[in-house]
């Protein structure tokens, strides 16, 4: 099982970027995926989630309105789409799956690496 993320970088106040996990190993489209980031010194803290079919979306109030998470799952994949960003939205931010086949979800979670997002001028 992996997941694998990508497209953190450097980037000023106000710009944008987009993360994606890729994933393998597991049925993907049976699986509630979520970014969740954990700047220095913080706690993990969610960010946004989406349902294993994709109908439907969670948000932390922090990122409303400037994230975006969606979800591809005939390629395995799922991105976020940060806009507007702040300093404060500096973190790793971590992919995370969890096996949700109906409306109810199991123990069974995977963790990604993490990827470097830094925003600053």
């Known amino acids: 099982v992996q997941l694998v993320e990508s497209g953190g970088d450097l980037v000023q106040p106000g710009g944008s970027l987009r993360l994606s996990c890729v994933a393998s190993g597991f049925t993907f489209s049976r699986y509630r995926m979520s970014w969740y980031r954990q700047g220095s010194g913080k706690e993990r803290e969610l960010v946004a989630r989406?349902?294993?079919?994709?109908?439907?979306?969670t948000y932390a109030d922090s990122v409303k309105g400037r994230f975006t998470i969606s979800r591809d799952n005939t390629k395995n994949t799922v991105y976020l789409q940060m806009n507007s960003l702040k300093p404060d939205d500096t973190a790793v931010y971590y992919c995370?799956?969890?096996?949700?086949?109906?409306?109810?979800?199991?123990?069974?979670?995977?963790w990604g690496q993490g990827t470097q997002v830094t925003v600053s001028s």
């Open positions: 995370h799956a969890q096996y949700c086949p109906t409306n109810v979800c199991f123990a069974q979670t995977y």
């Open positions: 989406v349902t294993s079919a994709g109908v439907s979306t």
